[in-house]
Structure formats: structure tokens, C-alpha cells
């Protein structure tokens, strides 16, 4: 107990803002309103004092860590609150509506992959609808498919005529969730532009606080531009990236090398290109502070200059478009300079809490960032080596000759400079496969090279660029030029780390709890350095083992013990894509395509992350019912990242190039490609996966000549004891005659509407025939007028079959031992359905209610 009152009082800082921060964190998983939690926090704030005043120090410190958790968790809870007030956008938008807005232009124009983006502050709003123009508030993110007009600048005052929307997202569980991570930069609703001719710009205010405002937004514009005119691509969105923090020129194969290679982080504006700039500014302030006698007679000229920098630093943070490493970097920056200054040395870690804490008072929603927490991760795992770093490079040593001691600490320091290295990639490495599953092996050695040709050699002659722009663009231009190479060798060198084997690895998404022990490992590890052997071998141990679950998973080791089957129709817009797992975790992904709003697939975007989610590592065996993009655009980055043994398909001749490469993709991989004839099977312990036809089979066509697609595929059903399973694919209204009228074995639970919900499919017999207690569509929200049809419904509701859709109730999960079966679906927060649960043919007597976890949520019977 003494120990942890001396620990405790000797960190109390640190461990108050810790508390602050945890609060906040817990913020979401607390539906508290405001206004108890408020009253709460006050009387924690009453006792506090209460203990202090009575010098009862050890309760009043733990009584202030309470109350600090209770201010992040209200903190947090009043910051993710929506807009409250009428006049905002997110307040005036709940559906897709056409309208004229005034708005300012207050961000950089960006053009990437054929669209253009900026960010409007809106002052008012006319609707189609309404003749006159009423008061509005609100940021809204705008895009174009088509570069913005020279004249929109950062300030300019602009009349739009959009398409406004609230920002939607795949509803599938380890998905990007955009509309949070809009809402957190202040964005609610989102706008689209048909047409550059629908922008009109209005006279902006010349007023000085408005100029001031949007200067260092409106200098990024033109050292952006600048970039883009002097340098060719990809030099210029690199150096876009270096200097003012614009990522969105870096083209994607570029991004890509940095990812694989480990060096993504040089992209990010982070302490190093501080540190750089910094130092660059406290070199050139003091050499001309040292030019005047008086002031060395008066002041101390080296703390004058360190002071000097903190308002330059503060304009290149803004520059650099404050985001969340920037903060960082500029938070710990001044506070390093002033404690310098001041003669009162912190340590790094009440650097960072200090600078955590500002930041998430500002934003506390940036604690849920990657980039909050890569940032503030990657300097606290570097931190815990300062002891080793400052043996390495200030020890002293004898030697016979100069060149040896040289040698030796060109030695020391490249061992500084690795062991910084690898402390970061430990420290970041749980977070990285969190947020991104992928992690690169190679991170220590391509920042030995990279790291110093990038930011010791192309960022200063960028920022000396920068200060030369507005007296000769032509100097400027040389000295972007002249760090253009070291921008090149660095790409050489990074493509050349990353055609090693085994450079990176792509590996399924660590549960938080696996994160905390290995934070918790590696402290222990650290803390028994040097100090108790055995206890240091037993944290080695500790640490390994933890280590050893992020690479196979506990879902992974624990998937022959499965004994139900599970089966997930995940929200791929309009498309399909379903994960069957069988009892011994044999995984059958049954079509994989989708919509896919960016050159990025559906494949990366969503079903790869529902994968890793689940903890998801391998598939088996995958079923492409017929060739349609829209059941396997996504494909081929499965192929690649999950290796799966066997591939179905209806036909192994393919006219379609894209298909042709996937079928290629497959057999280079050495996968078993094979075309199931009619009545084959897959027996998988107690379960089964059988080819009910085959339509393509003795067509005489390819699927793409002469047979409608559609209707050349594969018609599949799974099963477990009772309960069965039907995808029939796109198939259309007269093959579903076709079917029924052969007397097939059609009958299943659960029937995956064929063609998506549409009227061309789904005829009334077909349905009578299968006879499904559920009907699942998978389909696009976004064309829910279409699919499902409407007349899909009413026959539904004429047989009594519950109809769900995708786009409505998002990923659709149900699971069945055979007997009976539960359905659940992932819902935004707020869905009040419950799990429905029920035997083969509808029998639900003696069933029993089943609570599925979060984000699952529950679906009441109709």
C-alpha cells in the first residue's frame, strides 16, 4: 500500500489525466444523460475537497482520479451528442434533398481519383421546395466529379446547388465507419455537385479578422499548387504530404509502398518534422541575435531564440491543417521550449499526458483516431528506451585513433536509431492491426534508410522551398528539385524492401481486451530489465505468448470445436456476398461483390474487414454462383489475403477479362478450380453444401454467349440436420419454373432472394416451392425503390414470410444447431429488434430467447 501512495503521489498528473482520458473512453459504452452525471460529478467534487481540507491525502487522490474519470465521461458524452440547435444542416437533412446554399469555402480544394473535394460552412439554405432562404449552420463536405474552378479559394464566399445527404456506411461489423469519422471533423451531412456550372461565386468580406482566418489555409492552396506545377508526380503529393499535410495527392500505389515498407508515419506531419523545423529556426534566430551586442548584454540570447520559435511553430501547425499528430507534435514542442526556458525539465511521460490531455479537451473525440493513438503510442514506446538510447550515445570512449571513434559512434548511433525504430514498431503494432490488419516486418530497417533521406534531406530543402516561393519561385523550384532525389532513392529502396518474402503481414483484427494484456506484458517486461532474472524470463514468456495470439488468433485455435453452423448475408450494397461457417470451422464464402464507390473493391472495403473482425484468418472453399461483377468484383483481394483451397464456379471458360483474371488469380494461387456438376456434394462433418443444378452444365454456351448469365449458374444449398439454406443467385422467373417443375429438393429455411429482390425473379410459385420462413435480400439501400420490388413484399406477407433486407437491416446473421436457428442483424445504435428463434418450419415452441452482443443487434418477428 505504501508503494502505490508514493507511486501515486509522485505521478499524480500523469495518472489524473489518465483518468480524464479513461473516461473518456468509457463514454460510449455509458448511455448516462448529462444532467445526473453533471450532479454526480459535482458531489465527487464536494468530497475531493472535503478530503484535501482534512489532509486526508491518499482518499483525496484516488477521490480526484474518480473525479477526473467522471469529467471525461461527461466530456465525452456532451461531445458525441448531436447537433442540438434547428437551424443545423444534420438538424434540416434526413433524406436525400436538392437545394441552393451560401456558403464559405473553408478548406483546400482537393482533386484525387476523378473527384474533387472542399469542405463549406453554411450561412443559409433554400430547398427545391421552399421559395425563400432560411438561416442554416453547419460544416458540409462537398464533392465533384470534376476538378474545382480556379476561383474557390479558401474564404471565398460561394452559392451551391446540391444534393444533400446524411453520410451512410456499409452496416457490416468491422467496416470503416465514415459517418463517425466526418462527424468527428464537425461534418454531418455530405453534398454532391453535378456540375462545376452550378458554383457561383459571391463578393467575400475583406474584413481583417476574415483574411486572417483563412490565411494559412489560403497559403497551403498555393504551396500546394506550386508543388503540383514544379514537381511531377508522385514527387508532388509526397511533398504535399511533408510539408502542409495533404495526403489526398499521394496516388495509391504510392501509398501502398509506404504501408508495406513501414514508413507510413513519414507521411504524417509528427515531432520529427518539428524537431527539424525547430532546429532549422532556432539555428538561423540565434545566429542573428548573436549580431547584436546589446541584447547579449541584457537577455540570454539561446532561451530568446527557443522563445522566438513557439509562434512560428504555431503558424506551421496551422499550415499543416492542425490535425491530431500536428497537435501532438505542437503541444509537446511548446511545452518542451517554455520548461527549457523556464529551467524545469518535465519527463516525456507528463509531456504526453499533458498534451493528450489539451488536445482531447479540444477534440475528445479524437481519442477513438488511429492517428491519436499511433501517434501517442509510437512516443511512449520510444520513451521507455531513453535510458538505452542515452548509453548509446553519450557514453564516452577511449580510443587509439580518431577514425576509430568515430566509427564507433556512427555505430552507436545506427544502433539508437534501430533500437528507436523497433521501439516504435512494438508500440504501434497492436494498433496497426486494429485499425488497418496489416503490419509491415520490415518497419526497422526501410526507416534506417528512408527516415533520413525523406526527413533529413527532401523535407528541408521543401520548407527551405517554401520560404523562397513568394521572393523566387525559380529558387524554389531548384531546391524542390534538389530534393527530389532523395524522394526517389527512397521509393527505389522501398520497393525493393518490400519484394523480400514475408515483408508484411495481414492478420485479423485483435480483441481490445488482447491489446490491454499486451500493453500490460511488455510494461512488466520492461519494468524487470536488469533487475530480477526470473521474474524478467517469466515476462519474456508472458509477452511471447501474447504476442503469439495476434498472429493465430483464440477464433482461429478454437474453430474445430464449432458446433453450429453459422451463416452471415453481409451488407455489400447492391451485391452479394455470404460467409458459411460450418460446425469444425470449415468457412464457405458464397459470391463476393458488391457496389463500391472508390477504386478501392468491396473486397478491402468490407468483406476483408468482416473477415478479420471475426477473427478470421483462412477460408476454405469459395462459390461464384455466375460471373456477374456484382457477385465477385471483391474477390480477388480475398483470393489474395485469404488464401481458400477451393473455388466453385458455374463455368471455367469466361469471356468477361476481369473474371478471366480472377479464374487466373485462383489457379496461380494453386487452388482447386472446379465446376460442380448437378447433385454433387460437399459433405463438412454434419453438415453439408450441395450444387442443386448447375445451369450453365451442358449448355453448349459460355456463360456470356448466347445464355443469359443470369441464368447459367450455380443454385446452392447448404444444411444442418433440419434447417436448410438456399442461394439460388440471379436466376430469373422462368428458370425458377424450370426448377419446380423438375421436382428439385428446394425446400429451405431461409432463401436468399434470387436477383436481389427484383421483379424479373422471385415469382410466387418459385417461392410456395422453397417455402422459406425468411426471405434475405441483398441489396443496395440506395435503390431500395428497386430492390426489393415492391410487389416482393406483398407476396411475402400473402405466405407469411419475413422479409429482411441489407441495406435496411444490415449485415444478417443467423445461427442454428441444426434444430433451430436465431436471427440477428447489425443495427446502428438504437434499433430496438429482438432475436427471433425458431425451428424448420416455423415451429417455435420451447424456444428459448437468445442476447446477442454488440454490434449485433436484435430483429422482432412480424
Not at 465533384?144 to 444533400?164: H, K, S
Not at 436477383?755 to 416451392?769: P, V
Amino acid at each position: 500500500m505504501t508503494f502505490i501512495v508514493r507511486l501515486l503521489s509522485a505521478n499524480l498528473l500523469t495518472a489524473v489525466i489518465l483518468g480524464f482520458i479513461g473516461g473518456i473512453g468509457l463514454s460510449p459504452l455509458l448511455p448516462i444523460p448529462p444532467s445526473p452525471l453533471a450532479v454526480l460529478t459535482g458531489a465527487t467534487m464536494v468530497v475531493t475537497l472535503t478530503f484535501y481540507l482534512r489532509r486526508r491525502t491518499f482518499a483525496a487522490h484516488l477521490s480526484l482520479l474518480n473525479l477526473f474519470l467522471l469529467l471525461g465521461v461527461l466530456h465525452g458524452i456532451i461531445a458525441n451528442r448531436s447537433p442540438s440547435s434547428p437551424d443545423h444542416i444534420f438538424n434540416l437533412i434526413e433524406e436525400r434533398r436538392e437545394a441552393v446554399v451560401i456558403a464559405t469555402l473553408v478548406s483546400m480544394p482537393t482533386y484525387t481519383d476523378g473527384t474533387g473535394r472542399a469542405t463549406v460552412e453554411l450561412e443559409s439554405i433554400r430547398f427545391a421546395d421552399r421559395p425563400d432562404f432560411q438561416r442554416a449552420e453547419g460544416k458540409v463536405l462537398v464533392r465533384i466529379m470534376e476538378p474545382w474552378p480556379d476561383f474557390t479559394v479558401p474564404g471565398t464566399m460561394l452559392a451551391l446547388r446540391l444534393n444533400l445527404q446524411r453520410p451512410s456506411r456499409f452496416n457490416t461489423p468491422g467496416t470503416f465507419n465514415y459517418p463517425a469519422h466526418l462527424a468527428r471533423q464537425g461534418i454531418r451531412v455530405t453534398g454532391h455537385l453535378s456540375s462545376s456550372a452550378y458554383i457561383t461565386r459571391i463578393p467575400a468580406s475583406t474584413k481583417l479578422l476574415h483574411q486572417l482566418r483563412f490565411f494559412p489555409e489560403r497559403l497551403r492552396h498555393t504551396i500546394g499548387a506550386a508543388f503540383d506545377d514544379f514537381v511531377p508526380a508522385p514527387l508532388n503529393g509526397i511533398y504535399r504530404a511533408l510539408v502542409i499535410g495533404d495526403q489526398t495527392q499521394v496516388d495509391d500505389a504510392t501509398r501502398n509502398l509506404f504501408r508495406d515498407s513501414g514508413v507510413m508515419h513519414i507521411l504524417s506531419i509528427s515531432g520529427l518534422h518539428f524537431a527539424i523545423i525547430a532546429t532549422i529556426l532556432y539555428m538561423l534566430i540565434f545566429w542573428l541575435l548573436r549580431r547584436s551586442t546589446w541584447l547579449i548584454l541584457r537577455a540570454n540570447v539561446r532561451k530568446t531564440a527557443m522563445l522566438a520559435c513557439l509562434p512560428i511553430l504555431l503558424f506551421y501547425a496551422f499550415l499543416a491543417g492542425m490535425n491530431i499528430p500536428v497537435l501532438r507534435s505542437l503541444v509537446m514542442s511548446c511545452i518542451a521550449i517554455v520548461a527549457l526556458c523556464t529551467d524545469r525539465r518535465k519527463s516525456i511521460s507528463t509531456l504526453l499526458a499533458v498534451a493528450a490531455l489539451l488536445i482531447l479537451l479540444v477534440r475528445p473525440q479524437a481519442l477513438f483516431t488511429a492517428s491519436f493513438q499511433l501517434s501517442f503510442a509510437a512516443v511512449a514506446f520510444i520513451a521507455l528506451t531513453a535510458p538505452a538510447l542515452r548509453r548509446l550515445t553519450g557514453g564516452k570512449q577511449d580510443q587509439e585513433s580518431a577514425s576509430s571513434l568515430y566509427f564507433q559512434r556512427f555505430l552507436h548511433w545506427v544502433a539508437a536509431a534501430l533500437l528507436v525504430s523497433v521501439a516504435a514498431t512494438l508500440g504501434t503494432a497492436p494498433l496497426l492491426l486494429y485499425h488497418f490488419n496489416h503490419l509491415s516486418l520490415i518497419a526497422p530497417l526501410t526507416n534506417l534508410l528512408v527516415e533520413p533521406l525523406i526527413c533529413l534531406w527532401s523535407l528541408p530543402c521543401a520548407l527551405l522551398a517554401c520560404l523562397a516561393l513568394p521572393v523566387s519561385p525559380d529558387l524554389a523550384s531548384t531546391l524542390l528539385h534538389l530534393g527530389a532525389p532523395g524522394l526517389t532513392i527512397s521509393l527505389k529502396s522501398m520497393e525493393l524492401f518490400t519484394q523480400l518474402p514475408h515483408s508484411s503481414a495481414w492478420l485479423p483484427t485483435p480483441r481490445i481486451w488482447l491489446i490491454f494484456v499486451y500493453y500490460t506484458a511488455f510494461l512488466l517486461l520492461i519494468c524487470h530489465w536488469r533487475k530480477n532474472r526470473t521474474l524478467f524470463i517469466a515476462a519474456v514468456a508472458f509477452f511471447t505468448s501474447i504476442s503469439f495470439l495476434f498472429i493465430f488468433p483464440p477464433y482461429e485455435l478454437t474453430k474445430r470445436f464449432k458446433k453450429d453452423l453459422t451463416v452471415s448475408f453481409l451488407d455489400v450494397g447492391q451485391g452479394s456476398a455470404t460467409l458459411l461457417e460450418f460446425p469444425g470451422g470449415y468457412r464457405v464464402l458464397i459470391d463476393g461483390g458488391g457496389s463500391s464507390a472508390s477504386s478501392r473493391t468491396v473486397g478491402e472495403t468490407v468483406i476483408a474487414p468482416f473477415l478479420w473482425h471475426k477473427g478470421i484468418a483462412r477460408l476454405d472453399h469459395i462459390v461464384v454462383t455466375h460471373p456477374d461483377s456484382d457477385h465477385y468484383n471483391g474477390l480477388p483481394f480475398v483470393l489474395e489475403r485469404f488464401s481458400p483451397a477451393v473455388l466453385w464456379t458455374n463455368s471455367l471458360a469466361a469471356n468477361d477479362r476481369p473474371y478471366a483474371q480472377l479464374l487466373e488469380q485462383a489457379r496461380r494461387q494453386r487452388m482447386q478450380v472446379s465446376m460442380p456438376t448437378r447433385g454433387e456434394r460437399l459433405e463438412i462433418g454434419r453438415g453439408r453444401l450441395k450444387c442443386i443444378r448447375n445451369l450453365s452444365a451442358g449448355s453448349g454456351a459460355r456463360p456470356h454467349t448466347g445464355v443469359n448469365r443470369n441464368d447459367s449458374g450455380l443454385v446452392i444449398q447448404a444444411r444442418l440436420g433440419r434447417i436448410a439454406l438456399l442461394f439460388p443467385g440471379d436466376i430469373s422467373q422462368s428458370i425458377e419454373r424450370r426448377l419446380t417443375d423438375t421436382d428439385e429438393d428446394l425446400a429451405a429455411t431461409i432463401l436468399l432472394s434470387p436477383h436481389h429482390g427484383s421483379k424479373t425473379s422471385n415469382s410466387q410459385t418459385f417461392l410456395a416451392a422453397v417455402a422459406p420462413e425468411y426471405l434475405i435480400v441483398s441489396a443496395s439501400s440506395r435503390r431500395s425503390a428497386h430492390f426489393p420490388h415492391p410487389r416482393l413484399e406483398r407476396q411475402c406477407e400473402d405466405l407469411g414470410i419475413t422479409m429482411m433486407t441489407t441495406g435496411r437491416d444490415g449485415t444478417i446473421i443467423t445461427v442454428t444447431d441444426g434444430n433451430r436457428f436465431t436471427i440477428a442483424t447489425s443495427r446502428e445504435p438504437g434499433s430496438d429488434r429482438r432475436v427471433v428463434l425458431g425451428g424448420a418450419g416455423g415451429d417455435e415452441q420451447g424456444g428459448r430467447v437468445a442476447t446477442p452482443t454488440h454490434p449485433f443487434e436484435e430483429i422482432r418477428p412480424r
